[in-house]
């Protein structure tokens, strides 16, 4: 079955210091690839996507590429700020039409 | 405007209760789903519904039971609760069942502890 593998937290970074958190997944056929963020007390919501081999989905200076070839979409961004701690999610809509989500990756970041 | 939105957001009850969650969404959208998130943080699929009617039921007990009323609304109903049923329960939905590119919208979630 589809199934999201990703590296465990906490991650712990000062602010501006460079972010990667990785993601590897296995799916049938061309899953859509997708990473989320869950901030404290509150729901998961949608951070970027990407629907095809070599997408890449940014948003709010977070990025990913899809990978076909390593079957991995690693979130990234170049400078994390003390509001993008919360809790990361990579996730996938495969063959079975249902979003099925890593384990999450908690980030922490200092002033 | 919320756009999924479920009641209550915390629910405190006793073993052996039966309780209810409510679920409702103002986006349109046909596809509707629980999730259960525990201490971890680690997200479990329990049911979908596509249209009012049940798609996936993944192993869930029998005590839960979901109820769709219509396409906006999917309730969660669990019978002789446990301490294992602690939680946060999730609710999401999303437009198009066989559209993979579509994402997941999430409410905010009930957390529900049995004592």
């Known amino acids: 079955g589809d199934s999201v593998t990703q590296m465990e937290g906490p991650v712990t970074l000062s602010e501006e210091a460079f972010l990667t958190i990785n993601c590897t997944y296995t799916?049938?056929?061309?899953?859509?690839l997708f990473w989320y963020v869950q901030y404290p007390g509150e729901g998961l919501q949608l951070l970027l996507k990407?629907?095809?081999?070599?997408d890449k989905g940014s948003n709010k200076g977070f990025e990913a590429t899809y990978r076909k070839e390593t079957t991995s979409f690693h979130l990234e961004k170049g400078s994390v700020q003390v509001s993008d701690s919360a809790v990361y999610f990579c996730a996938l809509k495969g063959g079975s039409y249902i979003p099925t989500f890593g384990r999450g990756t908690s980030l922490i970041v200092h002033p | 405007d919320t756009a999924v939105s479920q009641t209550p957001k915390y629910l405190v009850t006793q073993m052996g209760n039966d309780k209810s969650i409510k679920c409702e969404q103002n986006l349109g959208h046909d596809t509707m789903y629980w999730y259960k998130q525990d201490s971890k943080k680690f997200l479990k699929i329990m049911f979908s519904y596509n249209n009012k009617e049940l798609i996936i039921n993944e192993t869930v007990p029998n005590r839960f039971s979901p109820k769709s009323p219509d396409k906006a609304h999917l309730n969660l109903h669990i019978n002789s609760l446990e301490l294992g049923d602690s939680a946060v329960y999730f609710c999401?939905?999303?437009?198009?069942?066989?559209?993979?590119?579509?994402?997941?919208?999430f409410g905010q979630g009930t957390r529900l502890t049995v004592v």
């Open positions: 990407a629907t095809k081999a070599d």
């Open positions: 999401a939905s999303s437009q198009g069942f066989a559209t993979g590119g579509t994402e997941a919208f």
């Open positions: 799916a049938t056929g061309y899953p859509s």
